[in-house]
C-alpha cells in the first residue's frame, strides 16, 4: 500500500499564497504520477496540478500562472506554490498518487485551503 502525508493548507486572504506538500511511502512504484486535485463545496473534484509519469506538468487552466508544482525527494514528494490565491481557491485539496504500472490510484486525506477576507 501506498500512504500519503499532506501537510499546508489553512486560512489566507485573497492575494496571499500558501504551500502543499505531500510526501509518499510504502510500496512505491516509480515512475508515478503524483499531484493535487481540490473539491470545493457542492462541485466535483478536479485537477489542480499533475505530474505524468513522464515528469511533464499540466495545470487546470484556473491556476496557471498563479500555481506552481515541483518536486522533491527524487519523485516521492510534491509541491504545490499557491499564490495569488482567490476566494474561489477555497477547498478541501487532495493529493494524489498512481504508479506508472499500478492498476489502483492512492488519495491524500485532503487539507482544507480557506481564501476569505
Known amino acids: 500500500q501506498v500512504q500519503l502525508a499532506e501537510s499546508g493548507g489553512g486560512l489566507v486572504q485573497p492575494g496571499g499564497s500558501l504551500r502543499l506538500s505531500c510526501s509518499a511511502s510504502g510500496r512505491l512504484r516509480n515512475p508515478n504520477s503524483m499531484g493535487w486535485y481540490r473539491q470545493a463545496p457542492g462541485k466535483q473534484r478536479e485537477l489542480v496540478a499533475i505530474?505524468?509519469?513522464?515528469?511533464?506538468?499540466t495545470y487546470a487552466d484556473s491556476v496557471k500562472g498563479r500555481f506552481a508544482i515541483s518536486r522533491d525527494n527524487g519523485m516521492n514528494t510534491v509541491n504545490l506554490e499557491m499564490n495569488s490565491l482567490k476566494v474561489e481557491d477555497t477547498a478541501v485539496y487532495y493529493c494524489?498518487?498512481?504508479?506508472?504500472?499500478?492498476?489502483?490510484?492512492?488519495w491524500g486525506t485532503g487539507t482544507l485551503v480557506t481564501v476569505s477576507s
Open positions: 505530474f505524468s509519469v513522464h515528469g511533464i506538468a
Open positions: 494524489y498518487y498512481k504508479g506508472a504500472f499500478s492498476a489502483s490510484n492512492t
